[in-house]
């Protein structure tokens, strides 16, 4: 499951990238186990239904701007509320796309909106998954990765 989920990690990244972002992004390297990886700033989406748990995309600060920048089409080189959205909002089309990947062997999988968190270095965390699959990227050097962490059930 975790090589599948995987998958569908890269897949939904690299379609939401070249469709919406229209930057060129590199794979970097993926791994079977999070490993509580810090980033300055998160927009974590739940997942619920076929799959418990939810997805993390995070980065630094500067790659969560170029990312935003990207989205929204304008230069933006600080965080505020506006890159905070954006960032929110590619988590959201990366998560849905892993959802659309899964959902047809897994069965039905929800998204709950996302949400952000900020700060130099934090970490997250959560108690309820058995899985953790992250897959790392780079966009023109800078780091970025997306982390889902989930149980299936029924399984």
Same mark, same amino acid.
Do not use: C, W
């Given at each position: 499951? /975790?090589?599948?989920?995987? !998958?569908?990690?890269?897949?939904?990244? $690299?379609?939401?990238?070249?469709?919406?972002?229209?930057?060129?992004?590199?794979?970097?390297?993926? *791994?079977?186990?999070?490993?509580?990886?810090?980033? &300055?700033? %998160?927009?974590?989406?739940?997942?619920?239904? !076929?799959?418990?748990? #939810?997805?993390?995309?995070?980065?630094?600060?500067?790659?969560? *701007?170029? @990312?935003?920048?990207?989205?929204? #089409?304008? $230069?933006? $080189?600080? @965080?505020?509320?506006?890159?905070? &959205?954006?960032? #929110?909002? @590619?988590?959201?089309?990366?998560?849905?796309?892993? /959802?659309?990947?899964?959902?047809?062997?897994?069965?039905?999988?929800?998204?709950?909106?996302? =949400?952000?968190? *900020? +700060?130099?270095?934090?970490?997250?965390? +959560?108690?309820? %998954?058995? /899985?953790?699959?992250?897959?790392?990227?780079?966009?023109? #050097?800078?780091? =970025?990765?997306?982390?889902? =962490?989930? *149980?299936?059930?029924?399984?």
């Amino acid at each position: 499951m /975790q090589d599948k989920i995987n !998958a569908a990690a890269r897949e939904a990244v $690299d379609e939401i990238v070249s469709t919406m972002l229209f930057v060129p992004i590199n794979p970097v390297s993926s *791994t079977g186990e999070g490993t509580n990886v810090e980033a &300055d700033v %998160s927009a974590i989406t739940g997942l619920s239904g !076929a799959v418990e748990g #939810g997805t993390r995309l995070g980065s630094p600060v500067e790659t969560a *701007t170029a @990312l935003a920048s990207a989205l929204i #089409g304008e $230069d933006i $080189d600080e @965080l505020n509320a506006d890159t905070e &959205d954006a960032f #929110g909002e @590619l988590a959201n089309m990366i998560t849905g796309g892993i /959802q659309t990947r899964l959902a047809g062997e897994l069965g039905e999988i929800n998204l709950s909106p996302p =949400f952000v968190v *900020t +700060g130099k270095n934090h970490k997250a965390h +959560g108690d309820s %998954s058995d /899985q953790i699959v992250l897959t790392r990227f780079e966009l023109d #050097g800078k780091p =970025f990765f997306i982390e889902v =962490f989930y *149980t299936v059930k029924g399984r």
